[in-house]
């Protein structure tokens, strides 16, 4: 059974940082993309960022390029999203996600953790 468990979130003042993680089981973790979204009420799912099976290469949206980081542990099956320089617009639930090694679509998501940013 695949499963997703995203940790990490909570209330954080803006200016300050935060780590999500995300734990994988059920599935060949080393042998696909993650990445991460989020989502506010009444709007879709923001890509943030995604990273290869082996860590090398990462991409980002613009909205998060230069402040926030993904990363990964094949051996520990984490994703991570390090969230430096937050802002109130980064208030958000926050998802991880496994892409599909053959169409590159999400595929699996986690429950989703909250973060919210206070000015």
């Known amino acids: 059974q695949v499963q997703l468990v995203e940790s990490g979130g909570g209330v954080v003042q803006a200016g300050n940082s935060l780590r999500l993680s995300c734990v994988a089981t059920g599935f060949a973790f080393s042998s696909n993309g993650m990445g991460w979204f989020r989502q506010v009420p009444g709007k879709a799912r923001e890509f943030l960022a995604a990273?290869?099976?082996?860590?090398?290469?990462?991409n980002y949206a613009d909205s998060v390029k230069g402040r926030f980081t993904i990363s990964r542990d094949n051996a520990k099956n984490t994703v991570y999203l390090q969230m430096n320089s937050l802002k109130s617009e980064d208030t958000a639930v926050y998802y991880c996600?496994?892409?599909?090694?053959?169409?590159?679509?999400?595929?699996?998501w986690g429950q989703g953790t909250q973060v919210t940013v206070t000015s």
């Open positions: 996600t496994a892409f599909n090694y053959l169409t590159g679509a999400p595929d699996y």
């Open positions: 990273i290869t099976t082996n860590g090398a290469s990462a």
